[in-house]
């Protein structure tokens, strides 16, 4: 995979390691468990992120999260409202 450029339809985890764990996983660390989205509902959402138009680089084009985050809170909203 190449680093130089971002890729548009790629989410952080996908990235170098250096990013995902920097920002990813900061984030995610601090949200306690009753406010996370269960597995399953935080992959299928990931799923529809990837096939979306506005993801760059991890983050969404239309409010500027990063998506993994975003999908991992049980009351997370998408934007433009495809979950």
């Known amino acids: 995979m190449d680093f130089s450029k971002p890729c548009r339809r790629c989410l952080l985890s996908e990235m ?3 990013s995902y764990k920097s920002v990813v996983e900061k984030g995610l660390s601090g949200l306690l468990p009753e406010d ?3 597995e ?3 992959k299928d959402r990931l799923q529809m992120c990837c096939s979306c138009d506005n993801l760059m680089s991890g983050t ?3 409010c500027g999260c990063y998506v993994e985050i975003r999908a991992a809170i049980n009351k997370g909203r998408c934007p433009e409202k495809k979950w």
Do not use: N
Request: charged share 40%.
């Open 16 to 18: 170098d390691e250096s």
């Open 36 to 38: 996370r989205a269960e």
């Open 40 to 42: 399953k509902l935080y």
């Open 60 to 62: 969404c084009l239309s």
